[in-house]
């Protein structure tokens, strides 16, 4: 009379659509959150999902309902002192949980003031991108592994005739023959070893015998091969930033994004990354992210100083035959004297060579004028370069379009 | 009676399709032919616990239209099932037919016993007696009306978009308690019907559309002007604010009523549910503890599995007193369990007190008492019928009087000879809706003039509307598309209050 149904194997993500929804009408807010925890993190660790809260009044859903005030009665279970006519305080916040009875399925007003969620790791990194207004296509290219190898992975059944294998298939074939015929061998031994070998039975089991083909098409098997993700190899990612007092928090929190964007990127490329931050005013430091980040500097500014510590740092540590060599520098464009074309002339002799891509971003006060710097690097000739000024998020990611551009391609 | 009755089922908690088809064979046969439960057929589904947090999200349907305030349902739950602060529920049945009962793949054997008897039996055979679902919904059409309502929101998205559609059901959803109808019988409606009606609507909207009569001068519509000119448009107050909507909302184009539509009935098949909470589970409560109860004394399961089973049940009926921790409210099935037994030992073996209290049902026929009280009653009369001075004894309970005027609060009554009958009286009311959902009305619709609407709301001792009102009162006037107004009147009708907000 009762039907079970198994239905486990049924789809499990009914909700999804549900919470989809959710996030798109609350995405203000928790774009938000996320602009924090972009904040707080550290690059390397931007690549993961995170919890965000939404304050509770922001998403409760109003209905009239009875509020403070007036007169009633309520039932509580659980008397062991009162008797009719005991006064007692009203308690701190009014209410009590004694009136709820059968109130459909409580829309509880618990006292969490925050919604706490998590995002997964896709969620996160879409708001990310949708904060950098990146493109669709660019989006799998950063976000997705990309690169394949094709891996041998056994034998299969069926495939292409370019694939079969010869030794696995007469193997196979060699297997069923002797499982086919023993039986019959045997038979026919055991009857020629009879005083009068019935001839006609003979006959019979030598065309059975006759029968088994010698390869069959069950026999044959093709290699196999599947794609395995495989990142190319290594690469090194220098983070160059002016530090001096006329970078603000904001212009940092810029080249923050900007760095992590280069950095999902090449994580995506390439197995191994590692990142060379290097801050300077009129002298460079190699520096960890904290700092990087984080330390105030006071002094002049001297461009070169950087590149000039980049090299050294390149040609010690980081050969560029055994390295893929990146370069991101952001700078407010500030530059005095020489500074701007021997910077200029380092650029495009000594690095560019060795790198792979070196990408400029301009965090100027007054976007219309053109600094000293952007002057001079406007001369540079080469498709391993791209600069550009940068006053909003959003363009931050032409910049390095050309290069996502070759490799979405 | 059969060769089963030789040892126990099984042993063991590991369950399988097999077991639990044997489980329900031995439970079922107890249920239908020695306590004579009257159930739709069942549909048993084992599910994973992902499957079971989808299930909670969309209201325990299988199925529901998609909707924003859904997944943050979702999300509050998975959130808590992840870290451990909350388990799931072992069930959950769905009134319909055949009536649908979901078993999660994590139960052990006796906890998926255990939930075939409260929920394939007891809530079963409650969706089939109780009055008020009879009354109230059609466990026929269900689930294919929800098929209906999902698709014709999805449509409507891909026709006018995500944001159009999230406006109408947010506004129809803050209406939705008052979208209920307490005293009609709404016609049963299948899916196609359904549809079929909704098309002909619309159908007929176009075709009566015709501007020349526009231009027309109005020759006979005398009736009607006297009564706009009496100003009382609908002649009678309407409760059921969502109908109202649907039905007059000037500016609503054909679809957003059919939303108002859709959500509307949505409320309706919820209604009885909230209205017999306490009923439902004590019902259902008490018929797995009875029929497993009896399985045992069968001799088809053994002690360990009764031992789960009673630990189990021991968690579900407890009842925290109101200052220990955890308490949260009465325990619907802690009352409800203990009434329906109660009901059985007043039956079984009353005291005097109980011949006194009950004579009709004293030392009667348990199984017809307890069935007539499953079939006819609701949440608000089965306590003011059954609660026991007895039952008030064990559960301490008092009513504590919170009056405006006091600085204090006082205690009304306690489990005492004088307390009875108002502890009783004062729980019953704590069930009547009147006390959770305020009376609001809508007694005035201008259709002659602005067009506005005025609803009207009484108060009910005094009570107030919670600070939300506003924003409530703004999504019906975007519903509304005119200025709509809430007044607000003590108990003698003497208006107490007003508030506007304009439509858009």
Known sequence: ?409 | MNALEAGPLSTGAEWTFELIERYDRAIGDIALNEYKLDIFPNQIEVIASEQMLDAYASVGLPIGYPHWSYGKEFIRNEQMYRKGQRGLAYEIVINSNPCIAYLMEENSLPMQALVIAHACYGHNSFFKGNYLFKQWTNADAIIDYMVFARNYVMKCEDRYGHAAVEEILDSCHALQSHGVDRYRHPAPLSADEERLRQREREDYAWKQYDDIWRTLPSRGSHDESKNAAAGNYPPEPQENLLYFVEKHAPKLEPWQRELVRIVRKMAQYFYPQGMTKVMNEGWATFWHYTLLNRLYDKGLVDDGFMLEVLSSHTNVVAQRGFDQRGYGGINPYALGFAMMTDIRRICENPTPEDHEWFPDIAGGDWLKVLDFAMRNYKDESFIGQFLSPRLIRDFHLFAIADHAQDEHLVVDSIHNEQGYRRVRQLLSQQYNRDGQVPDIQVVRYDHRGDRSLTIQHRRHRGRPLGEESGEVLKHLARLWGFTVRLHTVDEKGKLLEQRETRGT
């Open chain 1, 1 to 409: 009379m009762s039907i079970v149904i198994d239905r486990r194997l049924n789809d499990r993500n009914k909700s999804a659509v549900n919470r989809e929804r959710f996030l798109r009408r609350y995405k203000e807010q928790i774009r938000k959150s996320v602009s924090d925890m972009v904040s707080k993190r550290s690059i390397t660790d931007m690549d993961r999902g995170g919890d965000v809260q939404i304050p509770t009044r922001d998403i409760s859903e109003p209905t009239f309902h009875h509020g403070q005030g007036g007169d009633r009665e309520m039932i509580l279970p659980g008397n062991k002192q009162f008797s009719p006519g005991d006064k007692l305080k009203r308690p701190e916040g009014g209410g009590g949980g004694g009136g709820n009875g059968s109130g459909g399925d409580g829309q509880s007003e618990n006292s969490e003031d925050e919604f706490t969620f998590t995002l997964s790791r896709e969620e996160f990194m879409n708001l990310f991108f949708d904060d950098l207004e990146l493109p669709h296509l660019i989006r799998n290219v950063v976000g997705d592994v990309r690169e394949y190898k094709m891996q041998r992975a056994g034998y299969t059944p069926s495939g292409v005739p370019a694939n079969l294998s010869v030794t696995r298939s007469l193997r196979q074939a060699l297997a069923r023959r002797i499982a086919l015929e023993s039986p019959l061998k045997k038979q026919m031994a055991e009857l020629k070893t009879r005083e009068v070998p019935p001839d006609d039975e003979i006959a019979e089991l030598q065309k059975r015998i006759d029968r088994v083909p010698f390869l069959d098409e069950f026999d044959l098997r093709y290699r196999h091969r599947v794609k395995v993700p495989q990142p190319i190899s290594r690469a090194v990612m220098f983070c160059l930033m002016d530090v001096s007092a006329s970078m603000t928090e904001d212009k940092k929190d810029l080249a923050k994004r900007f760095y992590t964007l280069l950095y999902l990127f090449l994580s995506r490329k390439y197995e191994k990354v590692e990142l060379v931050f290097i801050r300077h005013t009129d002298n460079a430091q190699e520096v960890d992210e904290d700092a990087f980040f984080h330390d105030r500097q006071s002094g002049g500014t001297v461009v070169l100083s950087a590149l000039k510590l980049m090299q050294e740092i390149m040609t010690a540590r980081y050969p560029s035959d055994a390295w893929n060599i990146y370069g991101a520098q952001v700078s407010d464009g500030d530059a005095f004297g020489a500074d701007p074309e021997k910077s200029r002339a380092c650029l495009t002799e000594q690095l560019l060579p060795h790198s792979r891509y070196f990408a400029y971003i301009e965090v100027p006060d007054d976007p219309m004028r053109t600094s000293p710097l952007s002057y001079a690097y406007q001369r540079i000739d080469s498709d391993k370069f791209a600069m550009s000024s940068v006053t909003h998020r959003g363009e931050v990611y032409p910049v390095l379009r050309e290069l996502f551009k070759k490799e979405a391609a």
